[in-house]
């Protein structure tokens, strides 16, 4: 039993360790979004203050052409961000399992335990 017990202590703190990583992979997603979202404010800006869109033209501010790459590195990354999350989400719904999978069995074993006390009272 206590070795029962000490494995769902495992497994919760599994769950817990892959529900906090998943969380924190949501969060630098948000952020990383947010940051993409005031590069393109910051462009728009930039285009409206300059009169110049085209990148092709040769007097194309640096600092939009710098944000613009700023804001494609960042839209990678949360693409890439976004895989790892898939995969995180994957091992805490594993490790849930597990955990249901590990207290079924404590359940069942509690049960068959206390019927078999159950029944030792009533022949003896």
Known sequence: MKSRDAVIRQKRFQVEEKRRQAGQIEAMVEEFGRMVAELEREIAAEHRRTG???EKHFAYSTFARAAKQRRANLQVSINDLQAQLETARAALDLAEAELRQEEEKLERELAAEAA?????RATG
Do not use: P, Q
Not at 116 to 120: D, L
């Open 52 to 54: 110049i869109e085209d």
């Open 116 to 120: 078999k006390g159950h029944s030792a």
